[in-house]
């Protein structure tokens, strides 16, 4: 019974996405095209899982308690009106849509039957692991799990606040050690322990393998709606489940980065999509994902505004790039001068002592097992399609991923944060925030290359871009 709860429990938010993303969707696109089944699991699990959290603390400030009655009813009434507006020949043509198979030759046929199941084999693997492991230490301790307990016992969303306050307040506030990080990931802990109807410190972390799995629909969804063939899709799918780090915050799940990179990546993937069919529902989408980005963590904020260079491109294609390498330069200096004051962010005093610790982030990125090749294949890719990322197709990505690396490069370069390098966790735990992107990037440029190589062997040369250009 308790099993039958809590797969309830988690399977509310994939519902309620699910069904919201149906009912707002454009029907200029069908649901038989490539890639958008599995771009409504994906997104429509980040996006339902986001709005349980928001309703619960609409709950919280109207003073109603949490129970599963006062979360799920609402949730679930929305989810049926929704699934309602969803035509009987919509839904019968998703249905069609998720049993049909790729069109591949046989030999791609069989690669992608290969990595679909690998995957599979994966999650269950990960999910074994993620359902018979105590709570990992250290942050997901000190900082996340210490809100969920409290707010499931309470059953309210309780302060947090500094030792200094929590001191002065003489019992009225509660203490840990990040009270001013956002409530969605510990709510989220919160709503399966409800749904499972006693606080379980493993069993509550579903939402982590959950993430996942969203995350790897998602990219495929995406990647397949952007132009990439099934197979060129399913491997970008597969490098982003396969990242080694990413696998470390499913099976030791509790920290919040994963989540961070989940929703980033889903929202640059929906602005992508609005690029390309300019349709305000993809708009939407983008914005309730980038809006959840600065509820996961307070660098959210930032990861969130590395979209706008990307906007800019898209709404003045002929300036657009200009203007934003405009916008970095511009930028840089006014961080420059507030370094000058010693101000700080988000806890990291932001500072002009430019001395990071270059081995030890080599080391991390090229040397150590966290990412395996991936940054050998970003490299590699963009070298290969230097003349297409700037072109039409892929200018907003690469302004996108611009923006990204330049606020790590920002973050370990002129912030106290540049101290944390040598102990390769801070370092690689920011890094993830951005690495299923730059797989999404690395995919889409080696596919602009091999669509530009081909049309100059054919004797004409492209127009530049991505195959969505």
């Known amino acids: 019974m308790d ?3 809590l797969v309830a429990g988690l399977l509310l938010p ?41 309703w619960m603390r609409v709950l919280s400030l109207a003073g ?26 919509e839904r019968r043509a998703s249905l069609r849509a998720l049993l049909t198979k790729p069109e591949l030759a046989a030999a ?15 999650f269950v693997l990960l999910g074994v692991e993620l359902a018979t492991r105590p709570l990992y230490p250290w942050d ?24 200094e306050a929590w001191l002065a307040a003489n019992g009225a506030v509660y203490f840990d050690a990040s009270p001013e990080y956002p409530p969605t990931m510990p709510l ?36 397949r709606s952007l132009g990439a063939p099934a197979l060129a899709a399913m491997v970008g799918a597969f ?14 799940a509790g920290y919040a980065d994963l989540p961070m990179a989940a929703w980033y990546t889903a929202a640059a993937l929906a602005f992508l999509r609005w690029n390309v069919r300019r349709a305000i529902p993809d708009a939407a989408v983008a914005l309730l994902l980038a809006i959840a980005c600065t509820q996961i963590k307070n660098p959210g904020w930032f990861w969130a505004a590395t979209l706008l260079p990307g906007l800019v491109v898209a709404l003045s294609p002929r300036y657009g790039v200009r203007v934003a390498l405009i916008g970095f330069a511009a930028a840089g200096v006014a961080l420059v ?8 962010l988000f806890n990291y005093r932001i500072n002009l002592d430019f001395d990071p610790a270059w081995a030890d982030l080599g080391q991390s990125y090229f040397l150590l097992g966290n990412w395996h090749l991936l940054w050998y294949g970003a490299i590699a890719a963009a070298l290969l399609a230097w003349r297409q990322l700037f072109a039409p197709g892929m200018a907003a990505l690469t302004m996108i991923v611009i923006g990204g690396l330049l606020f790590l490069f920002f973050v370990f370069g002129f912030t106290t944060a540049s101290y944390y390098i040598t102990d390769q966790t801070t370092v690689n735990r920011a890094t993830l925030h951005l690495a299923p992107l730059i797989v999404v990037f690395m995919v889409l440029a080696w596919l602009a290359f091999a669509r530009r190589w081909a049309l100059r062997h054919a004797g004409a040369e492209p127009a530049g871009g991505a195959p969505a250009g």
Request: hydrophobic letters at 60%.
């Open 239 to 252: 490098l982003v489940a396969s990242l080694p780090l990413a696998n470390v915050h499913v099976a030791l």
């Open 14 to 54: 994939w519902w309620l996405g699910i069904a919201v993303l149906l009912a707002v969707r454009p029907r200029t696109t069908a649901l038989t095209a490539p890639g958008e089944i599995a771009w409504l699991g994906g997104a429509g699990y980040l996006a339902g899982a986001f709005l349980l959290t928001l």
């Open 337 to 344: 001068t507030f370094a000058r004051f010693k101000l700080s």
């Open 140 to 163: 997901a301790w000190s900082q996340w799990a210490t809100k969920a307990r409290v707010w499931y016992e309470l059953g309210y969303l309780a302060p947090f606040a500094r030792i």
């Open 3 to 5: 099993a039958l709860r």
């Open 64 to 89: 109603i308690g949490f129970t599963v009655v006062a979360i799920a009813l609402p949730l679930a009434a929305v989810a049926v009106v929704c699934t309602a507006l969803v035509s009987r020949g």
């Open 108 to 122: 791609a046929r069989s690669l992608w039957w290969l990595l679909l199941g690998w995957l599979a084999l994966r």
């Open 188 to 223: 989220l802990q919160v709503w399966s322990c409800i749904a499972l109807g006693r606080w379980d410190d493993t069993l509550m972390n579903g939402p982590w393998w959950q993430l996942a799995v969203a995350l790897t629909l998602a990219v495929y969804g995406g990647l």
